[in-house]
C-alpha cells in the first residue's frame, strides 16, 4: 500500500528494508532505531522516516516509547503464543473460508514452495518459503484484509524463528507437516487441511535453543 503523498512507495520501500535489518539479526531486539542516523542513511525526511516506523510499529515489529524513541520489539515466550495463537485463528479461518477447491496452477505453485523450502541453503530463505507457503495456503480465501494479517503474523514469527536458529549450523530439511497439510489440501480436503494446520502451528515453540528435529519450521 502505498501512502498518500508517498511517490513511488518510498515509504513501503524503507519499511521493506528497515524489515529485512530486523530478520536478520542486523537491528537486535529491543535496539534503539535512531530516528535522525536512519534518515541520513536513506536521505528522507524526518516525516519520512517517522511513516516508515509507523508501518513496522503496526506489524509490532518496533514498539515507540515516551521520550526513550523507537527500539525493535522484545523477543519473548509471551509474544510467540500470542502470534501463534493469532496465526493459528487466522489461517484456519482462511482455509475454512475458501468456497472452490484450490486451482491446477496454485497447486503447483505452492508444491514448488515447498520444494524451494526443503532444499534452502540457509534458514533465511527456508523462512521466506515457509512463509510463502502460509501466505499461499490462505490466497484461495478472496479475503485481502485476512491474507494481510496473516502475511505480517508471519513475519513477525520469523524473527523468532531467526533468534532461536542464530549460530546453529543448518542443514536441509524435509518438512513433514507440511507436506501432509499440502496433501489434504490438494484433494481439497479443507477440513483436514485446516486440522493439521492448526496443529502444526500449535505445536511449533521457538523462543528457546534451536532444535534440529525435521518438519517442526512454521
Not at 523507537?70 to 485463528?89: N, Q, Y
Not at 496454485?106 to 510463502?132: C, G
Request: hydrophobic letters at 45%.
Amino acid at each position: 500500500m502505498t501512502l498518500p503523498g508517498d511517490e513511488g512507495g518510498l515509504v513501503d520501500r524503507i519499511a521493506q528494508a528497515l524489515l529485512g535489518r530486523i530478520l536478520h539479526g542486523e537491528f537486535a531486539p529491543q535496539q534503539r532505531l535512531r530516528q535522525d542516523d536512519l534518515a541520513r542513511e536513506f536521505a528522507v525526511s524526518q516525516g519520512t522516516m517517522r511513516e516508515a516506523f509507523r508501518r513496522l510499529e503496526a506489524m509490532r515489529l518496533v514498539e515507540s516509547l515516551p521520550r526513550r524513541g523507537v527500539r525493535v520489539a522484545a523477543l519473548d515466550a509471551a509474544a510467540e503464543r500470542e502470534i501463534a495463537a493469532m496465526r493459528g485463528a487466522l489461517e484456519v479461518l482462511a482455509l475454512r473460508s475458501i468456497v472452490r477447491p484450490p486451482g491446477r496452477d496454485h497447486l503447483r505453485a505452492l508444491e514448488a514452495v515447498l520444494r524451494r523450502a526443503d532444499a534452502a541453503p540457509d534458514v533465511f530463505e527456508n523462512e521466506a518459503a515457509n512463509r510463502e507457503f502460509h501466505v499461499g495456503l490462505a490466497r484461495p480465501c478472496g479475503m485481502p484484509r485476512l491474507i494481510a494479517a496473516i502475511a505480517e503474523l508471519n513475519l513477525a514469527y520469523s524473527c523468532h524463528v531467526f533468534a532461536s536458529a542464530r549460530g546453529t549450523p543448518w542443514k536441509p530439511r524435509y518438512n513433514f507437516d507440511h507436506w501432509r497439510i499440502f496433501e489434504a489440501y490438494a484433494r481439497a480436503d479443507l477440513d483436514q487441511a485446516s486440522a493439521l494446520l492448526a496443529r502444526h502451528i500449535n505445536a511449533v515453540d521457538r523462543v528457546r535453543p534451536a532444535r534440529t528435529a525435521p518438519g517442526r519450521s512454521g
